[in-house]
């Protein structure tokens, strides 16, 4: 991946925007945020704080492959679901504040924009994995469906950023309410006698007394769901919260175009060309669930399996290039991105899955269980190869070309260059 010089020019007319609707943010997390970030010194960089914070999330996932190394759904120890909590909390702050530290040394940069938001990325699927597994649904469609809705969130704000030029968090966001929202999850896993089971009970059973049940058994029999069918009175804990996610997923994408409608009346441009931009990850989530969907039509079976962890993994490096190439095409002031090599890869192995039901023949390389446990593992790996070059590629160059530092502290001299411990950065 080489960086253009057009797309250099456009790098250094970036400027950071953003607006922060969220009352608990400003006024809750806010100023426990601005004291946190007294409490690091001035000589570690605002990345490295990002980083730190992801570090807390791998050692979550870490607990979670050593203790369910299958993804089978097995209840953890109780202390595993409060790390988790505590986890979480640590990355939403450190999260938080790289970019109150950027600015308490001066080292606010497109570069801090996209790290940032290469390692929400790869938060995004890792937290879909820990809470689907602290909500009971493990190997599940409600697991495939939770990564969807999850991974649809962060490519809408992410889209409407690089169409309005502004980072926008609404009164009830992903990264703030969201985040808290699962911590309150992985708690009440931890505390409640019933442990994860209790995501598995009806939830009118949570009402006390019988008005609210009696009233959901009056709406399953007015709609016809009596007779063992699933209604209203049935309606699960962990299903009644991926219904309220994707209430929640489409009110992001309305709000999101909405923003966008507003930006290009403002500079009288078209408001529908945008919505093309949906078709990569459109794309990309239909040929990775028709991969997914191949064990109902004679193929090797993956969602009810031990390889939907590892495909999962696949998924969210896949999707972590995808949004980061849309990233720097937003700091850049480059065209938008509407394929990359990901996209063809799945499409080869969505076929090769699907090919008894496609062709009339078995799997070239997905034939039995053995051969698709090793695929689907090298393809996670390659995955995420793919995304550690782009990255590794796009930092360099940057760090290259502005003079500033990744992982280490730089101060501008007075002629403008970034120095380290009063030496300039040589060219």
């Known amino acids: 991946m080489r960086i253009t010089k057009a797309q250099f020019k456009g790098l250094d007319q970036y400027k950071y925007s953003g607006v922060d609707k969220s009352v608990v943010s400003r006024h809750v997390l806010g100023p426990f945020w601005t004291w946190l970030v007294t409490c690091f010194p001035r000589t570690m960089a605002p990345n490295s704080i ?15 492959l050593y203790l369910d190394p299958t993804y089978s759904g097995k209840e953890l120890p109780r202390a595993v679901y409060i790390s ?26 497109a570069l801090g ?3 940032d938001h290469g390692c929400d990325a790869i938060n ?23 990564q969807v809705a999850t991974l649809c969130n962060f490519y ?22 969201g985040i808290l929202m699962i911590c309150c999850i992985y708690l009440v896993t931890a505390l409640h006698p019933m442990g994860p089971a209790f995501w598995a009970q009806p939830l009118v059973s949570l009402f006390p007394g019988h008005l609210v049940s009696d009233f959901a058994l009056q709406f399953d029999a007015a ?37 966008v409608i ?24 239909l040929i990775l669930v028709a991969w997914l969907q191949s064990g109902l039509r004679g193929g090797v079976s993956l969602v009810h399996s031990n390889r939907l962890l590892p495909f999962l993994g696949y998924w969210g490096m896949a999707f972590s290039y995808q949004v980061s190439q849309l990233i720097l095409a937003h700091v850049t002031k480059s065209p938008f991105p509407f394929w990359n090599g990901m996209m063809v890869y799945s499409l080869v192995a969505a076929v090769d899955a699907n090919a008894e039901y496609l062709f009339g023949r078995e799997p070239l390389v997905q034939n039995s269980p053995t051969t698709a446990n090793v ?26 070309y502005t003079g500033i530092a990744c992982f280490t502290v730089r101060h501008k001299d007075e002629q403008g260059r970034w120095v380290e411990n009063g030496n300039p950065k040589s060219d």
């Not at 990002?50 to 979670?64: Q, R, S």
């Not at 690089?162 to 990264?175: I, N, Q, V």
């Not at 009288?268 to 990309?284: A, D």
């Open 223 to 259: 709609l016809g769901l009596g007779g063992g069918k699933k209604g209203l009175a049935t309606l699960e804990c962990n299903t009644a919260f991926m219904l309220f996610g994707a209430v929640g997923t489409i009110a992001n994408i309305v709000n999101a175009y909405w923003n």
């Open 375 to 400: 695929f689907i593992f090298m393809s996670f790996l390659i995955a995420l190869f793919n995304y550690v070059r782009f990255a590794r590629e796009v930092i360099w160059q940057i760090t290259e």
């Open 124 to 146: 995004t699927t890792l937290e879909v994995i820990l809470c689907s597994h602290a909500l009971g649904l493990g190997r599940s469609w409600w697991t495939v469906a939770s």
């Open 262 to 285: 507003i930006a290009r009346h403002k500079s009288r441009k078209p408001i529908l060309p945008p919505l093309l931009g949906y078709l990569p990850f459109l794309t990309h989530t």
């Open 156 to 177: 809408a704000s992410t889209w409407e950023e690089y169409h309005t030029g502004t980072l926008y968090l609404s009164a009830f966001s992903g990264p703030v309410e």
């Open 84 to 109: 988790w909590a505590i986890g979480l909390f640590a990355y939403q702050s450190m999260d938080a504040i790289d970019g109150k530290q950027a600015r308490r040394l001066g080292m606010g940069s």
């Open 50 to 64: 990002t980083f730190l914070g992801l570090c807390f999330v791998f050692i979550n996932v870490g607990t979670l």
């Open 113 to 115: 924009e996209m790290f």
